[in-house]
């Protein structure tokens, strides 16, 4: 097979085009191709006179490869060699059942890996699974009664499930390929394979996380729901056991292995772990607001006279820039036709998150502008201090929304001429819980928001409109990574041996993908034989 990149195409090109240009890069007959198979699609922006698509594409040919490969001569031109993943052979020799913390990507991924295995892993989930938490979220949405166990955080499939189900990411594993291949095969849209912004959308993600789950189930594991961590058992600083509650109901488990992908929301376990004596540090994380703008002004930024092709997606961006005080900012968790949504866990706190259907096909656009905030900016030294500065920023807002979930907005506008907004203009703000239009600076450190105002305008240099002063800033979102590291070796264990930190919540991911593969990564280190690695400690 012979893979083929940067193959330039216009927006109506189709596949016949296609073939044509493959067989042109390689300098044969089209009748000479006898496959080809998008790789992938990328839409082309640069220039707005002149947006198009690139592809990647693999071919086979009816001749020679390596004789053909020698005579283009083309450093885009080579032989297709993607990883094949295989899931390692089970060395392990406790008999015990591995225990499973959480059921987000990570937790997943692990759950997988070791059910394939025959493991026979207990996840232990304290949300619900994704029907049951689907009408949870619908129902604070629509009362705000907010139920602190089943939420747009915590309950089956993780944070990601009530996003946009993105599956962009910076890391090169190796694994990132199973992962999308899992999700395909598991009900996932194909072009998740191909595309060069690939997404699963809200209303899709939910078919696809309850079909992981039931195979995990099929092949012994159990997923236990409303299972909430509540203590370690430790001894000789080596776990023993869990103790969980369900229902009301305190149980020990036996168990030498435990993987903690408790997801960043997880505050009273990571609290509960760092009494039991697990190693942590404090981590940067980032504070910022929902920015929403409409989504033909983001299409027309991207695409200048070709927005509105049928053939092109919603338009989508990724901006950062260093603002005031040399703090980085950037755009993150970008949603293309979606709406902000209200992603508290705990009672009187407000956090926003962007989440997309799919089809990306509603009448905002919406993405988090993010400013970086680190150790020194915390309100001490103790490893958990970054949640202190989170859940103050939480329930400032949640007072200066009006104590009732709405949420505290802004006027791009009116925050850069540092006066509160009295009213909104022709954006309609997509908050699931209400705004109200306020002064958001009240609810952020200054830092941030001296830095966010400098990045407004940086951004809108790069992206026209940006700036616009009737966009809408939403606030506040903070929890768009943990802001503590739970510390593990080279063999991915705490210092109490068999607890694996794992995913987003541990420090160790960022995003769906990253945090698949932390997931994979730790059930591989469980599937070792103890004594090999007892050998490395």
């Known amino acids: 097979m012979i893979r083929i990149r940067e193959l330039r195409q216009s927006l109506d090109a189709d596949r016949d085009d296609l073939l044509r240009a493959a067989a042109k890069a ?44 020698k005579k283009c001569a083309n450093p885009k031109i080579e032989k297709a060699a993607d990883p094949v993943y295989s899931c390692p052979e089970n060395r392990r020799v406790s008999l015990l059942r591995p225990v499973v913390v959480g059921f987000g990507p990570a937790g997943i991924f692990a759950a997988l890996v070791l059910a394939r295995a025959g493991l026979r ?24 009664t907010l139920n602190t166990e089943s939420n747009v ?30 999700f395909f095969a598991h009900g996932a849209p194909e072009e998740i394979l191909w595309s060069g912004t690939p997404h699963i959308g809200t209303d899709k993600l939910v078919g696809v996380i309850r079909s992981m789950r039931e195979e995990i189930l099929s092949l012994g594991g159990e997923v236990r729901f ?37 997801g960043h929301s997880a505050r009273d376990t990571v609290e509960m772990l760092h009494r039991r004596g697990l190693s942590m540090q404090q981590k940067p994380f980032s504070v910022g607001a929902r920015i929403e703008h409409p989504r ?63 089809a990306r096909d509603r009448e905002n656009s919406n993405s988090a502008v993010l400013v970086n905030v680190y150790p020194e900016d915390f309100p001490s030294a103790h490893p958990l201090a970054g949640f202190d500065l989170q859940r103050k920023i939480e329930h400032t807002a949640f007072e200066l929304g009006g104590g009732d979930y709405a949420a505290p907005c802004q006027l791009v506008g009116d925050f850069l ?95 769906i993908v990253s945090a698949a593969v932390d997931g994979i990564k730790c059930a591989h280190a469980v599937l070792e034989d103890e004594s090999e690695w007892n050998k490395r400690i």
Do not use: W
């Open 26 to 69: 390689l300098r044969i007959e089209p009748q000479q191709i006898a496959s080809l198979a998008l790789v992938r699609r990328s839409v082309d922006s640069r220039k707005k006179e002149d947006v198009h698509f690139r592809f990647t594409v693999d071919v086979q040919v009816r001749t020679d490869e390596d004789r053909l490969l």
């Open 121 to 144: 892993p207990l996840v232990l989930e304290r949300g619900e699974d994704v029907e049951t938490r689907t009408a949870d979220i619908l129902r604070f949405f629509a009362t705000r």
């Open 153 to 182: 955080q915590f309950g089956e499939g993780g944070a990601g499930t009530f996003s946009d189900g993105k599956l962009t990411t910076g890391i090169k594993h190796p694994f990132c390929r199973f992962v999308f291949e899992e």
């Open 226 to 262: 409303g299972a909430r961590l509540d203590d370690l058992i430790i001894y000789n600083a080596s776990v023993q056991g869990v103790t969980y509650t369900q229902n009301g109901r305190a149980t020990d488990f036996e168990t030498d292995t435990v993987i903690l992908a408790i």
């Open 296 to 358: 033909e002004l983001i299409d027309k930024a991207q695409y200048g006279a070709f927005a509105g092709h049928p053939k092109l997606p919603a338009a989508v961006y990724k901006l950062a820039c260093h603002g005031e005080h040399e703090r980085g900012a950037y755009t993150f968790c970008m949603c293309p036709g979606g709406m902000v949504i209200s992603a508290t866990s705990e009672e009187h706190g407000v956090v926003t998150n962007g989440m997309s259907e799919f």
């Open 417 to 511: 001429a540092e006066r509160p907004s009295k009213r909104l203009s022709f954006v309609k703000p997509s908050f699931s819980t209400g705004v109200t239009p306020t002064d958001i600076r009240r609810c952020l450190p200054k830092n941030v928001t001296d830095t966010m105002a400098s990045a407004l305008l940086q951004m809108d240099r790069k992206l026209h409109g940006f700036a616009l002063p009737d966009a809408v800033l939403t606030a506040p979102e903070s929890r768009s990574s943990s802001p503590v590291r739970i510390l593990r070796d080279d063999i991915l264990q705490s210092n109490i041996r068999g607890v694996y930190p794992c995913g987003e919540g541990a420090g160790y991911a960022g995003g």
